[in-house]
């Protein structure tokens, strides 16, 4: 069909978010030797405009809401050259600890994982 295939999406908005969370001064590898696994819950995406082979893209992530045990983040993927949306998205991720039971989100990472208004319609 010479578009990218629909689950693509979601490992993109993954990408944005790691790298998001590493600007913020979170890491992943850090919060799993605290015990602490954020595991997504909850995705959507909204295919806006197909993208296609060789386009260049450009992802943007940003923090929804947060709570104790849970963080929502925001994303928009846009085709780099002309800024054309092609798809909105949202994950919700919950905190588990070592055995995958509902857990909290350390406090002095809450504090780095601050809700932003969001710059596009989702």
């Known amino acids: 069909m010479g578009v990218a295939y629909h689950s693509h999406y979601l490992v993109w908005c993954e990408v944005a978010r790691t790298d998001l969370m590493c600007q913020l001064g979170v890491r992943y590898r850090e919060l799993e030797e605290l015990g602490v696994r954020l595991a997504v819950v909850d995705a959507r995406v ?3 405009s197909p993208a296609r082979y060789d386009d260049l893209l450009r992802i943007h992530s940003w923090i929804r809401d947060t709570s104790s045990r849970r963080v929502i983040f925001g994303y928009w993927v846009e ?3 002309d800024s054309t949306c092609l798809a909105t998205a949202e994950t919700a991720l919950m905190a588990l600890d070592n055995r995958n039971q509902i857990s909290r989100i350390p406090t002095f990472v809450q504090e780095k994982l601050v809700p932003v208004s969001d710059p596009m319609r989702i």
């Open 46 to 48: 909204r295919y806006r």
């Open 79 to 81: 085709k780099a050259d």
